[in-house]
């Protein structure tokens, strides 16, 4: 398993940016993929955006174009670059690994863009 550790979220106003972090300890190389997923008050957990093992990205539409998600060449960083915020995207941001053992979850951390 991995721990995941989030964080850099905080208030913005409308169009501005954050850029979120999610430390990655242990088991690394079990690693599938990294997701970001968002979850606001009375919704789902939706995933956000997805870099695998290869280095593939996946972005839900709602972000494609604002949101960048990478990762540092120890593969123990991934970050969440989010540009031109809108207010829709307040949310509890998760850091998510994908793992062949299953799924691990960071404790999250609050994005609020005030308009």
């Known amino acids: 398993q991995v721990q995941l550790a989030e964080s850099g979220g905080g208030l913005v106003q409308a169009g501005g940016s954050l850029r979120l972090s999610c430390a990655v300890s242990g088991s690394i190389s079990s690693i599938i993929a990294m997701r970001w997923y968002r979850q606001a008050p009375g919704k789902q957990r939706d995933r956000v955006a997805t870099?695998?093992?290869?280095?593939?990205?996946v972005y839900a539409d709602s972000v494609e174009g604002r949101f960048t998600i990478s990762r540092n060449s120890g593969r123990n960083t991934v970050y969440l670059q989010m540009n031109s915020l809108k207010p829709d995207d307040t949310a509890v941001y998760y850091c998510?690994?994908?793992?062949?053992?299953?799924?691990?979850w960071g404790q999250g951390t609050q994005v609020t863009v005030s308009s």
């Open positions: 998510n690994a994908f793992q062949t053992t299953g799924d691990s």
């Open positions: 870099i695998t093992a290869g280095g593939v990205t």
